[in-house]
């Protein structure tokens, strides 16, 4: 579906964004006051006053039992005024559990309009993004169905104009979905104009995997044929059509960049029209930054849109921000936006238009699909107003933390900690390529567990560890947290040391696999914090 969207819109959005909020709430109501669940607050009504009055705020688990109903084959009216076409699975990020949401049709083009909405920005800002592609590192599945038959899948991003065909995402073999997609974009490099994932692990992910395979990618565009084990015949069909027969000259240049002693900017090198980034760089990806910095040779890195499977939130209008300066502009016409304090202080839950500027808050979202006052679990800061919508930065995951005594570390916490940590590796060559973390409780007195997987910058190097420079990062990480730490830590004792503990390469690409085999979104790679699954270190070694 193609939507067009004049920036001018966003202005009328945005000025307007109370009264398209009310008549968005009372077109919801009437479609689903009437369902199963809203009849019980509402009793068939449509007001507002009631609605505020009555409807519970809810968790995922407050409602599952009635979508579960529509998962088995009850009528969409349990939840919804309008029969429910699909089901989406969330990515994990929250607490690494996957959800099952409804929706129908809208929810996709509300997904279309703010694709085109943040492809406006960006072309507003760079010149000819659209005369190129998107090179984008996206791996789809064949959709599952439930008991009734309707599809369940993962929320497929939307992005204008892709290079890489549909057969090579919808691999089911995550290996070889990566290597085409790489021998896909290579072969296409003069036309890519942008590179894209989902999520900034992604982009990370598919670097490691040049750097694997690369001679092989190389030979394979020589030769004009794909690696034997590449078993998946459709991708197998499509790609081999794509590279149209030898090649020697683009393998050479290739062969060329990827013998230089430092892969620094080597997206730009081998996407010489690169022009930006476009991922998810904030939150548990915000890790990612330097390392994509690294290789794109500072290429602006953007993150375009807030969305989410429960609805789209709003777009990033000054897209060639810092990654840290990050901000959403909520879109008034995708859902009823409602929001409670996060920061310890109480209040009333505030409508869209009513939040204050530094504030921090958890969205309550109510959409067309059955989700009414539905708790997000993501906490944001208000760091401004477009006209009359306020602009969210986002903070973390609620209830992502580390504890060992009766201080609080946030997930904001520890990626501070990290980026300064990270920081001082700079003078040992190395560059910090994924972490997770603990509370360790198994001894007197606790402490926290970074697991750390290191790389060195030049390509052929070994990861030589400095024990002074990681003493020093110990210490750098826990003077970054905050002062009740500091004085557990340090005055009362009560916390122990922080700990460091360096694993072999390849240690996360191994949990992502873990992950996978277990039913997790093929994007999702950053561990922040471990479950309790990996509670006990060792295993992850």
């Given amino acids: 579906m193609s939507v067009s969207f004049d920036l001018n819109d966003l202005d009328e959005l945005t ?3 109370k009264q398209i909020q009310d008549n968005l709430l009372e077109e919801i109501l009437k479609l689903n006051a009437n369902t199963e669940y809203l009849r019980q607050f509402l009793h068939g009504t449509s007001v507002k006053e009631l609605f505020k009055k009555n409807v519970p705020v809810v968790r995922y688990e407050d409602v599952k039992p009635y979508i579960e109903r529509v ?47 943040s492809s406006s920005i960006i072309s507003k ?5 659209k005369q190129g592609k998107t090179m984008t590192f996206y791996f789809a599945r064949v959709p599952s169905t439930t008991p009734s038959g309707l599809p369940v899948s ?6 204008l104009m892709i290079l890489i065909p549909n057969e090579v995402m919808l691999c089911s073999d995550n290996k070889q979905a990566m290597y085409c997609h790489l021998l896909c974009g290579l072969i296409q490099r003069e036309e890519v104009v942008s590179v894209a994932a989902p999520f900034a692990c992604s982009l990370v992910g598919a670097i490691t995997v040049l750097e694997n395979h690369w001679k092989e990618l190389c030979s394979n565009i020589r030769s004009g044929h794909v690696s034997e084990w590449i078993t998946d015949f459709t991708c197998r069909d499509v790609v081999t059509n794509i590279l149209g027969g030898p090649n020697s000259e683009l393998a050479d240049k290739i062969e060329e960049e990827c013998q230089e002693e430092s892969w620094k900017g080597i997206i730009k090198r081998l996407w010489p029209k690169t022009k930006f980034i476009q991922s998810v760089i904030t939150g548990q990806n915000a890790q990612f930054i330097p390392m994509l910095e690294f290789y794109s040779n500072n290429l602006p890195l953007i993150s375009p849109i807030y969305a989410s499977s429960e609805t789209m939130f709003g777009v990033n209008v000054n897209p060639l921000c810092k990654p840290q300066d990050i ?27 009513d939040v204050q500027i530094g504030c921090y808050y958890e969205p309550l979202v109510t959409n067309y699909f059955g989700l009414h006052r539905y708790r997000m679990g993501d906490i944001l800061q208000v760091s401004g107003f ?11 995951r609620k209830n992502v933390i580390l504890s060992i005594n009766v201080e609080v570390t946030t997930e904001e916490d520890i990626l501070k900690a990290l980026n300064r940590a990270t920081v001082h590796l700079i003078s040992s060559d190395l560059i910090l390529m ?21 790389k060195a910058k030049k390509v052929d190097d070994t990861v030589k560890l400095d024990n002074k420079v990681m003493v020093e990062c110990c210490c750098i990480m826990e003077e970054s947290f905050t002062f009740l730490y500091r004085k557990l830590r340090v005055k009362d004792g009560s916390i122990g040391p922080l700990e460091i503990r360096v694993v072999q390469q390849g240690t996360f690409d191994s949990l992502m696999k873990l992950f996978v085999s277990r039913g997790a979104s093929t994007q999702r790679r950053a561990y922040s914090v471990l479950e309790k699954t990996f509670a006990s270190g060792p295993r992850l070694i």
């Fill in 125 to 129: 800002h760079m010149e000819d993004v």
């Fill in 15 to 17: 000025s307007n964004a």
């Fill in 71 to 117: 998962v088995n084959g009850e009528p969409s009216d349990v939840i919804s005024g309008k029969p429910v076409t699909q089901f989406l699975l969330s990515s994990g990020t929250s607490g690494g559990k996957k959800k099952i949401f409804p929706v129908n049709n809208k929810f996709f083009e509300d997904m279309s309009f703010i694709t085109a909405q």
């Fill in 327 to 353: 901000s959403y502009t909520f879109m008034p016409n995708m859902s009823y936006f409602e929001f409670l304090r996060a920061d310890g202080e109480a209040g009333d839950i505030v409508d869209l238009v």
């Fill in 386 to 396: 477009h006209n009359n919508a306020p602009q969210f930065r986002f903070v973390r």
């Fill in 154 to 159: 993962f929320v497929r991003g939307s992005y």
């Fill in 434 to 454: 994924g972490f997770t973390c603990y509370a360790d409780i198994s001894s007197l007195p606790g402490h926290y567990v970074f697991y750390w997987e290191l």
